[in-house]
């Protein structure tokens, strides 16, 4: 089993700020990539900012220059920073994890997904 938790979500003023944060435990071998999602409502679930292991960062255009991802390897975590938040960025926010589980093959990669965590940004 493995298990994605994120924390941070809530509700803040255009402008502000919030941080996420997200824990992948459990048998997971290694861990290819980690990112967030967001699904506003009636839309569908797109990509926000991802790190493959080892590389840069990658963002959705509308979020750059605004929100740093990071991730500490050693603890399985990533982290979202958010700032000069709009209401456009109001979604609920999902941890992605991509990885091999312990005891399969190298070439194995499983997508494992958080439960989301709601951001709602008010003007």
């Known amino acids: 089993q493995v298990q994605v938790v994120e924390s941070g979500g809530g509700l803040v003023q255009a402008g502000g700020s919030l941080r996420l944060s997200c824990a992948a435990s459990?048998?997971?071998?290694?861990?290819?990539?980690m990112g967030w999602y967001r699904q506003a409502p009636g839309k569908q679930r797109d990509m926000v900012a991802f790190?493959?292991?080892?590389?840069?960062?990658n963002y959705e255009d509308s979020v750059k220059g605004r929100f740093t991802i990071s991730r500490d390897y050693a603890k399985n975590t990533v982290h979202l920073q958010m700032n000069s938040l709009k209401p456009e960025d109001t979604a609920v926010y999902y941890c992605?994890?991509?990885?091999?589980?312990?005891?399969?093959?190298?070439?194995?990669?499983?997508?494992?997904w958080g439960q989301g965590t709601q951001v709602t940004v008010s003007s």
């Open positions: 992605n994890v991509r990885g091999r589980p312990t005891g399969r093959g190298a070439n194995v990669e499983y997508t494992y």
């Open positions: 790190i493959i292991s080892g590389r840069t960062p």
């Open positions: 459990g048998s997971i071998a290694a861990i290819n990539a």
